[in-house]
Structure formats: structure tokens, C-alpha cells
């Protein structure tokens, strides 16, 4: 990942407007700002949320808040819990979707 040139900036994530996803229940609240190709974003999970789509995206992933499960194509889970991370690339038989049964707040770059 290279960033474009910028100045130094900071983000008061509460001032950007969200956007709501629909999941295949629940939803998701994205606040999101863009750097050239790169999404950075707050995203918060309705609890009972299950993603829509496989996501073959590569990611950071940080859990600010609650949990989720990370489920793989391949049939793999991984629980995360607050203060746990991931990250997968772009490349390789990678999809994954998100779930949540309480509800998270996540930080991500892509």
C-alpha cells in the first residue's frame, strides 16, 4: 500500500455523514474517506448482521468494539473479538464474509 502525497491530516469520524448497507439481515454503517485508491473506514455492524456478498477485497481490520465472525469460502471461521485484528490480500482464493450476533464497530483499510 503507498499513500498519495497529502498533507497531515485528522479525521473526527462522528462529523462524516454514514452510509447505510443492507446485509442479508441487519445492516452496515459505513464513515468513509478516500485517499486515491484507498478506502479508510469506520464501519458499525447492526447486531444480527450477516454480509450480503463474498467480499475477495484485501483488508486491515481492526475491531474497535463488540465482535464479529470472519467466515472463509473455504468453510474456515475466525472469531474476533475487541482489540483483534486481520488482514488478507487481494490475491489468492481469499472471500470472506462478516457476521455478528452483538454488533461491532471495526476500522479498516483498503
Request: net charge negative; glycine share 8%; hydrophobic share 35%.
Amino acid at each position: 500500500m503507498k499513500l498519495p502525497a497529502s498533507a497531515f491530516t485528522t479525521t473526527d469520524w462522528s462529523s462524516i455523514t454514514p452510509t447505510i448497507h443492507p446485509g442479508d439481515t441487519g445492516h452496515a454503517e459505513w464513515r468513509m474517506i478516500e485517499l486515491g485508491d484507498i478506502r479508510i473506514r469506520q464501519v458499525t455492524y447492526s447486531p444480527n448482521y450477516l454480509a450480503d456478498h463474498w467480499c475477495d477485497r484485501g483488508h486491515i481490520l481492526f475491531v474497535l468494539h463488540g465482535s464479529l465472525v470472519s467466515e472463509l469460502n473455504d468453510g474456515r471461521t475466525f472469531t474476533l473479538k475487541a482489540g483483534m485484528s486481520y488482514h488478507v490480500s487481494d490475491f489468492g482464493d481469499s472471500a470472506h464474509r462478516s457476521s455478528t450476533l452483538e454488533g461491532a464497530t471495526l476500522f479498516i483499510v483498503d
